[in-house]
């Protein structure tokens, strides 16, 4: 159960109303402190309400799973949207082509709600019902009860395309209409102030009059936010959000390159927008970072430090500390002792665990590795002979220095010339390469000549000097 209690406060004489619509200046305070994730606001539906109705345009990156929702939190915003795209691609690993179900997408959603107290803008596709107005009233309500501040519904048929792609069909202006009808009866039916975003691909799909026209019929079937996506000039912005002026508008800024635009968050404040919608940073860079991490660890490295927080992050990240600090209000003398003995079975482990920070930490700071030979090994084979491989230009040391694509050094190493056929272990990104041939290139060399420079897949810098 969900407990709300408000962490804004409005003047009254702020607040008014104009044609059924609430209008009014509010002032924001810091959010209470959260415990287990329980919610502190008078309802996501109102905290949104009280941001849409509030000064300047606000910004809501698009999550797809609680913890994306967290960060977004956790990193000051004040609403989040989910995303079809990315829940798609994070749950089923499927493009978002109407594949995904109302029931993965409630479930989904429901986890992310609960994650935070900031309000949720759900994408709800086209209802889920083929422009059935009854099935839409189902999602409706399944979105309310599963704890959504807003509500997003297009007015695609099935099956759906994505945004700012070829092929779109759209129902006709009718029954887009009737669905947001329907949609604002289910919101009164279930006693609840759900923020309806009404969206049209009719630009795309018909033409930027079809859209504006559509947009004003919203409107007045009593849509609280207007959505035109893939508008394709600042000239067709300006003319959107010009329409129905007291109506807030939603723009949608598609990184990497869409049909609409990329503006700031100021341009798009001056154009007349009131809230915008990043729908594809979240997903885009969590899957390049994975790419990067599973090259590294295919080579047979783990990824850089400064490319992922520390274990102790990650932990305050996901609650472990709240957590702890929760768990012990309710303890009870007997988990105590036990809390106890355990603290002290685990003091030499934890004492060995600090070595090993500091021992991790200092690796950090110095990444040069000497591998050394054992005299009595390198001996053997008589490395100051003449007559042996390992005389001469052999009997060398090889320095491999590895500097990563942010300008880090991740590796110095010094390699005796005449072992080299285990350095592709340390090094993999050398394999292939016909080290010895380049040796022989160089007998005459002094030392410090560089043999090879290049960049491996990962995008780091590799050198091996002969010394």
Known sequence: MKVWVSPVSVSASAVGSVGGRRFGTWKSKPSMPMSMNI???????????????????HQGPACFDAL??????????????????????????????????????????????????????????????????INLKRTLKGYIAAGFGGIILEDQ?????????????????????????AAVDARSESGSDIVIVA???????????????????????????????????????????????????????????????LLTPLELQDIGFKIIAYPLSLIGVSIRAMQDSLTAIKGGRIPPPGSMPSFEEIKDILGFNAYYEEEKRYATRNNLQLSERESNSLYSIQQRDQVDTEQTSQSFKDPVVEVITPDDVYNKYGA??????????????????????DGFEKLDLRIPAGFLDGITNIVPALGGINIKELLDDATEEVGGKLLLDFQDRMGDRIRVFLE
């Not at 990315?86 to 109407?98: K, N, Q, R, V, Y």
């Open 157 to 181: 048929m099935s099956p759906k395309a994505c945004g700012h792609t070829g092929g779109r069909r759209v129902l006709s202006r009718e029954e887009a209409v009737a669905n947001i009808r």
């Open 68 to 133: 994306s929702a967290k960060l977004v939190q956790d990193a000051g915003f004040e609403f989040c949207f989910t995303s079809g795209f990315s829940i798609s691609g994070a749950t089923l690993a499927l493009p978002d082509t109407g594949l995904i179900s109302y029931g993965e997408m409630l479930h989904q959603g429901r986890l992310i709600t609960h994650a935070v107290s900031i309000p949720v803008i759900g994408d709800a596709d086209n209802g889920y019902g083929c422009g059935n107005p």
């Open 199 to 261: 969206r049209t691909d009719a630009r795309q799909a018909l033409s930027f009059d079809e859209a504006l026209l559509r947009s004003s019929a919203f409107a007045d079937a009593g849509a609280d936010v207007l959505f035109i996506d893939a508008l394709s000039s600042r000239q067709e912005m300006l003319t959107f959000c010009q329409l129905s002026p007291l109506v807030p508008k939603m723009a949608n800024m598609l990184e990497g390159g869409g049909k609409t635009p």
């Open 384 to 405: 100051d002979s003449s007559k042996n491989p390992f005389s001469g230009i052999w009997s060398r040391t090889l320095r491999v220095k590895i500097t990563g694509r």
């Open 39 to 57: 919610a502190c606001s008078l309802g996501p539906a109102k905290d949104l309400r009280r941001i849409l109705e509030s000064p300047g345009v």
